[in-house]
């Protein structure tokens, strides 16, 4: 499998009809050329979204190969990711937002930029060629400031740290551990790829507000768990305490 796109879902069943108008599109030119496979996660919804998903995706006769996983409750952005990881084949993996926050079509231009000698590519919408489009202030507040305390404490030269919208190398989703099951979970996999010696690049784009539904970031809790975490990228770079239990592995 050359590529897999992980695609977290919970309570979306009024965003499945985006997913086939706007996603399913990108998908096939993706697959023109290359073997592609799509990961839908149904993290516990509750508004039908999973036999949505199967209405509109379980048919048979497309040029990429679509898969489902379903947790019984919902465990957390991090807990479906890390099923989606789980579960994908391919030499290259996307994540992606299924809310269209970020176009699609920033997708292929996205994997794109894995190049030779990158392991990583996040999208970036505080990178000065990108933007934000009507998304509420107080996400802002928390996605900016969280960043910026990651570019302070990791590398300066990463704007964005908080995009679920990535492309990951093989051996970056089979060596990185990451513990979060919440909204942790993305910049932990980019903060210990990157002091795993991991080289990551942004790609400049645009946040969107959501089209449909409310966002499910717990505000408080996430807010905890980016300062509990950045405590430990602290005492790590004092040498108190290793953040990142397993060591790299070439593969």
């Known amino acids: 499998m050359d590529l897999s796109i992980v695609v977290p879902c919970f309570n979306e069943a009024d965003n499945v009809s985006t997913l086939v108008s706007k996603f399913v599109p990108v998908v096939e030119k993706l697959a023109q050329g290359r073997s592609v496979e799509v990961i839908f996660i149904d993290d516990g919804s509750r508004d039908g979204t999973w036999p949505a998903l199967h209405e509109a995706f379980a048919e048979g006769g497309r040029p990429y190969v679509v898969r489902f996983e379903q947790h019984a409750t919902n465990r957390g952005l991090g807990a479906a990711i890390r099923t989606g990881l789980a579960a994908s084949h391919g030499d290259v993996v996307v994540t992606t937002d299924s809310d269209g926050t970020y176009e699609f079509t920033d997708i292929p231009p996205l994997v794109e930029r894995l190049g030779p000698g990158i392991d990583v590519v996040t999208a970036s919408p505080y990178h000065p060629e990108g933007g934000v489009a009507g998304v509420p202030a107080y996400r802002l507040v928390l996605s900016r400031g969280s960043s910026l305390l990651y570019r302070l404490l990791v590398d300066w030269r990463v704007h964005t740290y908080t995009a679920l919208l990535r492309a990951y190398r093989r051996r970056v989703v089979d060596t990185v551990p990451f513990d979060s099951d919440g909204f942790l979970a993305g910049t932990e996999i980019l903060v210990k790829g990157l002091l795993m010696g991991y080289a990551a690049v942004e790609y400049p784009t645009v946040l969107h507000a959501r089209?449909?539904?409310?966002?499910?970031?717990?505000?408080?809790?996430?807010?905890?768990?980016?300062?509990?975490?950045?405590?430990?990228?602290?005492?790590?770079?004092?040498?108190?305490r290793s953040l990142v239990k397993r060591k790299r592995t070439d593969s």
């Open 211 to 240: 089209a449909f539904g409310v966002s499910k970031a717990k505000i408080a809790r996430t807010i905890r768990a980016h300062l509990w975490f950045q405590a430990r990228i602290f005492l790590h770079r004092l040498g108190v």
